[in-house]
């Protein structure tokens, strides 16, 4: 188990055990895999870390066999997140300005995601 602040996040070995890494069909199915790797993000913008375990649950979240109408530019909105927090985070300096800036906007952008993931039908 993996701590994160508050959070407490529990990785399974089983892919089963992991919600990105089922068939996400219907709207439903699509919203619990999204959140969950938002949650996982989340925690990486609150510890300024990423583990292995952290690139396995995202891996499942974006191999999702298939999505409801409406969920690909929700998803591209989710690996740009992802995407920009390991490519812009100064992991040598985590406690720089440079860090606060990006992960104040990556926050606001996992806001504005979990507000389409609200309306997807």
Not at 4 to 27: H, L, R, V, Y
Not at 63 to 72: D, I, Q
Not at 101 to 107: A, G, I, S, V
């Given at each position: 188990?993996?701590?994160?602040?508050?959070?407490?996040?529990?990785?399974?070995?089983?892919?089963?055990?992991?919600?990105?890494?089922?068939?996400?069909?219907?709207?439903?199915?699509?919203?619990?895999?999204?959140?969950?790797?938002?949650?996982?993000?989340?925690?990486?913008?609150?510890?300024?870390?990423?583990?292995?375990?952290?690139?396995?649950?995202?891996?499942?979240?974006?191999?999702?066999?298939?999505?409801?109408?409406?969920?690909?530019?929700?998803?591209?909105?989710?690996a740009g997140v992802y995407m920009a927090f390991l490519g812009k985070t100064n992991f040598k300096n985590k406690?720089?300005?440079?860090?606060?800036?990006?992960?104040?906007?990556?926050?606001?952008?996992l806001g504005e995601i979990k507000a389409l993931l609200s309306k997807l039908v």
């Amino acid at each position: 188990m993996e701590k994160a602040g508050k959070i407490n996040i529990e990785f399974s070995n089983n892919p089963e055990d992991n919600p990105g890494s089922k068939d996400a069909g219907t709207a439903g199915e699509y919203r619990l895999a999204a959140l969950g790797s938002i949650g996982i993000l989340e925690s990486c913008l609150e510890q300024s870390a990423f583990t292995e375990k952290t690139r396995q649950q995202m891996n499942h979240f974006f191999g999702l066999s298939s999505e409801p109408a409406g969920a690909e530019s929700i998803t591209r909105r989710i690996a740009g997140v992802y995407m920009a927090f390991l490519g812009k985070t100064n992991f040598k300096n985590k406690d720089s300005d440079h860090n606060s800036r990006l992960f104040t906007q990556l926050k606001q952008e996992l806001g504005e995601i979990k507000a389409l993931l609200s309306k997807l039908v």
